[in-house]
């Protein structure tokens, strides 16, 4: 059975999120991804690095939070899956 997060993590923590999308949307996916995630906790300019894949067709959106709570994970995590083009989460 799994460990429910609540036990593997100490709040308050720092997190990171990764969001991977097509790279044809660009700056699109970027701004989707900080709005979904200012939803649930505001983020400061350098919270987000972006990363394309080794061949082009993809990129990762790493955002750092400082997460208050489990909720605000769980919260985040929701909102991520709602921003279209997402194709894996981590």
Same mark, same amino acid.
């Given at each position: 059975? %799994?460990?429910?997060?609540?036990?593997?993590?100490?709040?308050?923590?720092?997190? +990171?999120?990764? %969001?991977?999308?097509?790279?044809? =949307?660009?700056?699109?996916?970027?701004?989707?991804?900080?709005? %979904?995630?200012?939803?649930?906790?505001?983020?400061?300019?350098?919270?987000?690095?972006?990363? %394309?894949?080794?061949?082009?067709?993809?990129?990762?959106?790493?955002? +750092?939070?400082?997460? =208050?709570?489990?909720? =605000?994970?769980?919260? +985040?995590?929701?909102?991520?899956? =709602?921003?279209?083009? +997402?194709?894996?989460?981590?």
């Amino acid at each position: 059975m %799994a460990t429910p997060v609540r036990e593997l993590l100490n709040f308050p923590c720092d997190h +990171i999120f990764k %969001a991977f999308g097509p790279a044809e =949307q660009g700056d699109l996916f970027v701004a989707a991804v900080r709005q %979904a995630v200012e939803t649930v906790v505001p983020l400061s300019l350098d919270a987000l690095k972006v990363r %394309a894949s080794n061949g082009g067709r993809y990129q990762c959106v790493s955002v +750092i939070v400082m997460l =208050q709570s489990a909720e =605000q994970l769980e919260a +985040i995590y929701l909102a991520l899956r =709602q921003v279209a083009g +997402i194709t894996y989460l981590l």
